[in-house]
């Protein structure tokens, strides 16, 4: 009898023990996940330590009783160390219970042990604001949201950087180059300075976030490198050298703007494209009823904005074509109010698609949050909705099927129908990046 009771006594301690092995598991990945968020925490990396090993040991008491089936669970002290911008954390635990049957066999107790391990990789992060007029209204919240936004890193192993955008764009903080963190400080003091003015150069801003992540050389760059582009609206507005009649009235790249209703309006400009509300000077601009375009001969076939003025249309840099048949057909022609605005419009919509698509092929994650309710309307020559141009960008699963590419990174769209849901919308696309550095 006794080999018979020793091997039922086995089986049923050996049973409990996978049970309390199984739940050890569980409490460990969730307390190494939440250490992994908590490292973002805090300025340098003796306090981020602090708050990463407080939250592995809150998450694993929370998720692992104390006396069940009887056991005691002990957790180890958590390591976590620094690399560069990668954090390791370590966790190791065990729960020691009582046994039953096996005592026969000289047994008082089982030790079940387990581990695990969570690496926050490197990230390279740009954050794009959109600071039109349309948003003066609701800036207070835009500026707060932004704020909690950049809480949710790291400013001694994430780079981020900071740029704002209207008629042109406005690189507030640039990301490091070299080197790992950002300044939060200095951040929070640009965000708050913000200001709500301009019309919606879409492409500008876009252009700028890609900008600055890729002036990272290859060997210093992160491993996860994402854009983040909040909006309002549609765009209506792009920049490049134009072609004026009279080539000696504006050789300066400049901005220009119409309405992106539904209803044909003027188009405006030129603005300064490194300013968010601010014109050229001399004939780049019009006066009294004159629309800039009835001062072009037609449009640029490039977007040609950031080429040297000494050769705009320098062959070399044929990144972006305005002229095109998709995904929106636009012509160079702006011989009437009509054709203007429907060219200036599909250009600007086209271009920051575009910018978009080229760095998802560069593996840009790209995160897009909408705000209000004018992106779910149908504006532009094709009404259009804002918010498909914004799925597109980020490439859902849910956006127009002639964007969506699963081959390429899938960001995450996050609409916002009020500003009391941007900090909903702005916790999530910082949880959805966070496990992608997992």
């Known amino acids: 009898m006794l080999p018979i009771i020793a091997a039922i006594g086995l089986a049923i301690d050996s049973g409990i023990g996978y049970i309390i092995k199984a739940r050890l598991n569980t409490a460990l990945d969730s307390a190494s996940i939440a250490a992994a968020r908590a490292v973002t925490q805090g300025s340098d990396q003796a306090t981020q330590a602090a708050y990463a090993k407080q939250a592995a040991r809150d998450f694993f008491a929370a998720n692992y009783n104390d006396n069940y089936l009887n056991s005691v669970p002990v957790l180890n002290e958590p390591s976590v160390s620094f690399d560069g911008g990668k954090v390791t954390i370590?966790?190791?635990a065990s729960a020691t219970v009582p046994v039953t049957f096996a005592r026969v066999m000289g047994f008082d107790q089982l030790v079940v042990g387990a581990s695990a391990q969570s690496v926050r990789k490197d990230l390279d992060m740009a954050l794009v604001m959109d600071t039109s007029g349309s948003l003066s209204s609701k800036g207070a919240a835009v500026r707060s949201s932004a704020i909690t936004f950049l809480s949710k890193f790291s400013p001694t192993t994430d780079r981020v950087g900071l740029s704002h955008f209207a008629y042109g764009a406005v690189v507030d903080?640039?990301?490091?180059?070299s080197g790992r963190g950002f300044n939060r400080t200095l951040m929070t003091t640009?965000?708050?300075?913000?200001?709500?003015?301009?019309?919606?150069?879409?492409s500008e801003g876009m252009w700028t976030g890609r900008n600055q992540l890729n002036g990272i050389t290859q060997i210093n760059r992160s491993s996860l490198r994402v854009i983040v582009f909040f909006s309002d609206g549609s765009p209506n507005s792009f920049a490049s050298y134009f072609p004026f009649k009279t080539a000696s009235d504006?050789?300066?790249?400049?901005?220009?703007?119409?309405?992106?209703?539904?209803?044909?309006?003027n188009t405006s400009g030129l603005y300064r494209i490194d300013q968010t509300n601010t014109q050229l000077t001399g004939k780049c601009i019009t006066t009294g009823g004159t629309t800039i375009a009835s001062k072009m001969s037609k449009l640029p076939d490039w977007y040609n904005a950031?080429?040297?003025?000494?050769?705009?249309?320098?062959p070399n840099t044929r990144e972006f074509p305005i002229v095109t048949n998709t995904p929106r057909v636009v012509s160079n022609d702006l011989s009437t109010q009509t054709t203007a605005w429907r060219n200036v419009n599909r250009a600007s919509r086209n271009l920051v698609e575009a910018v978009a698509s080229k760095a998802r092929d560069e593996g840009i994650y790209i995160f897009t949050l909408g705000l209000g309710q004018e992106l779910l309307n149908a504006n532009g020559p094709d009404a259009e909705k804002g918010e498909d141009?914004?799925?597109?960008?980020?490439n859902v699963s849910d956006a127009p099927a002639r964007c969506y590419n699963p081959a390429k990174p899938v960001g995450v769209y996050c609409f916002a129908n009020?500003?009391?849901?941007?900090?909903?919308?702005?916790?999530?696309?910082?949880?959805e990046i966070l496990r992608l550095t997992r």
């Open 90 to 92: 370590d966790l190791s």
């Open 173 to 177: 903080d640039a990301i490091k180059t």
């Open 190 to 202: 640009h965000i708050n300075n913000f200001a709500f003015t301009g019309s919606t150069n879409s």
């Open 250 to 265: 504006c050789s300066t790249a400049g901005t220009i703007a119409t309405g992106d209703g539904t209803t044909v309006s």
């Open 306 to 314: 950031h080429n040297s003025a000494a050769n705009p249309n320098d």
């Open 389 to 394: 141009l914004l799925k597109c960008m980020a």
């Open 418 to 431: 009020t500003e009391n849901d941007l900090k909903p919308c702005f916790s999530r696309l910082a949880s």
